[in-house]
């Protein structure tokens, strides 16, 4: 897409180069808790220039195809199972913006959902808490299970312009995820890690600092270790989207740097923030 094609959806005023977030959004229950988790994201929220919108790449919507909510209202989506009951009455009534999901739409050659889908909770549990007053149009873009991480990676790369209009771009899963070896009687355990899940920490974190993107994608090639921490890619990606929008001049900061329950990690970064 040209800038004067894009200029057609989200006109022609640039702003400053909007940061890049990717947020480990851990348990459902971080929407209604206060830690250091949701600390972690109040604070960086706060720090940040108000965006005109937000795009996120959550874990939590997988299609065919690259898909982009495309409603005026998009709906607060509850896609989970036996949590206690006031988790299931929270509501983030953002606006949607349907100019950015065509111009994403666009971008990606994806497609538009103007009914389908809304805001999952790897969204909307996070976004109250960095946008607490729900104040910013949100528009949600699905992860395509067709496609190799290498793949994302390009992918990724054609939002960049979309940085240089206001619009922040928020990555939401967990770079350590096995839900499967989870120690449930440790779910509030802050450190506490097995060994495999801190050796897979130590070896991702080392190529987030040293921007190997292409070692990143191909991580099934990382070890056992990796393969423990990474068993399916969905909650994984977002932070792939969030790595390969970094420009060579952008810092990374990362925080909420934390293993939790043995098998996950809530690291979260903050590229040119």
């Known amino acids: 897409m040209t800038a004067s094609e894009l200029d057609r959806w989200l006109g022609s005023t640039l702003t400053e180069r909007m940061p890049v977030l990717f947020l480990g959004h851990g348990s459902p229950m971080n929407a209604i808790e206060d830690n250091l988790f ?7 929220g706060a ?22 909510t495309a409603m005026v209202q998009p709906r607060t989506i509850h896609d989970f199972g036996g949590f206690p009951e006031p988790l299931y009455q ?6 949607g913006m349907p100019a950015l999901a065509s111009a994403g739409a666009e971008l990606t050659l994806g497609a538009l959902d103007h ?6 909770h790897g969204a909307w549990s996070v976004l109250l808490h960095l946008v607490p007053n729900a104040d910013v149009p949100v528009v949600q873009m699905s992860l395509d299970r067709g496609k190799t991480p290498t793949e994302h990676v390009a992918l990724a790369k054609s939002l960049t312009a979309l940085r240089r ?13 096995n839900l499967r070896r989870v120690a449930w009687d440790r779910l509030n355990q802050v450190g506490f890690a097995y060994d495999w899940a801190t050796e897979a920490h130590a070896v991702l974190m080392e190529r987030v600092r040293g921007q190997r993107l292409d070692e990143l994608a191909q991580y099934a090639r990382l070890g056992s270790a990796v393969q423990f921490a990474i068993p399916t ?7 792939l989207y969030a790595l390969s929008l970094r420009e060579p001049d952008e810092a990374l900061e990362v925080f909420n740097d934390y293993a939790l329950a043995g098998s996950l990690t809530m690291t979260s970064l903050a590229l040119g923030a």
């Not at 949701?38 to 960086?44: A, D, V, W, Y």
């Not at 108000?50 to 939590?60: E, F, T, V």
């Not at 890619?233 to 932070?239: A, D, G, K």
Request: glycine share 10%; charged share 15%.
């Open 115 to 120: 009914e389908h889908w809304g805001l999952d």
């Open 90 to 95: 929270v509501q983030y009534p953002a606006p």
């Open 47 to 68: 720090e940040l220039p108000k965006p005109r919108a937000i795009l996120c790449i959550s874990a939590h919507w997988e299609t065919y195809g690259t898909q982009f």
């Open 165 to 177: 209009r206001g619009v922040l771009i928020v990555g939401s899963g967990n770079m350590v995820h």
């Open 233 to 239: 890619p969905e909650h994984y990606l977002p932070m």
């Open 38 to 44: 949701t600390r972690g994201i109040h604070s960086k």
